[in-house]
């Protein structure tokens, strides 16, 4: 196991992308798998651009210290 993983049963998607100023932007969501009704819900959320020097081990970084720091208090 090399860097992060996301938890079984997560995913990540893509919110949407733009263009300002010339530079690619978009944001990324973690996505939990709900218990009840099935599908899946926004856990958490961060932007990335592009020549940014985001790798994937970075934003799935974010991702999950936003997610773990915000449901501590759960």
Known sequence: MS???LPE???LTVG???RINGVLTGQVHLMRPRKRWGGY???ATTTTCEGG???DQS???RL???YY???DWL
């Open 3 to 5: 860097g992060l993983e």
């Open 9 to 11: 049963g997560f995913k």
């Open 16 to 18: 949407f992308t733009t």
């Open 41 to 43: 819900a926004k856990v």
């Open 53 to 55: 020097g985001d790798t």
């Open 59 to 61: 934003i799935i970084g």
């Open 64 to 66: 999950l210290a936003s």
């Open 69 to 71: 720091r915000e449901s």
